[in-house]
Nanobody, 128 residues
């Protein structure tokens, strides 16, 4: 219970696009708040995008604002992170995290502590 399965990621050239997906193992993510984090080699974990439960409001860190979009795929019960205009500095292992609270609204605190369940991570490698 509470396992998150990630897909997507891989190698892409600078300026390219990738989509990461986060799904529940045996459960849907229709209503959970979901946040995306990343960790580059030798650096700390960074919260980058979040979609709230309830109103589906979104929040982004400045470095990805305007390039990344987090959204729900209600048909599949998963959450996607669409990443455009990728840069070499976006290279990192990306993680999704989900909240079990029914009314969770994303905040800067979310980007500091994450949520209840974590995916195992997927590598995004952007070449210059």
């Amino acid at each position: 219970q509470g396992q998150l399965v990630q897909s997507g990621g891989g190698l892409v050239q600078s300026g390219g696009s990738l989509t990461l997906s986060c799904a529940g193992s045996g459960f849907r993510l229709d209503v959970n708040a979901i946040a995306w984090f990343r960790q580059a080699l030798g650096k700390g974990r960074e919260g980058i995008a979040c979609i709230s439960s309830g109103d589906n409001s979104t929040r982004y860190t400045n470095s990805v604002k305007g390039r990344f979009t987090v959204s729900r795929d209600n048909a599949k019960g998963m959450v996607n992170l669409q990443m455009n205009s990728l840069r070499p500095e976006d290279t990192a292992v990306y993680y999704c995290t989900a909240s079990t609270f029914p009314n969770y609204y994303c905040s800067e605190y979310t980007f500091k502590v994450g949520m209840d369940y974590w995916g195992t991570g997927t590598l995004v490698n952007v070449s210059s």
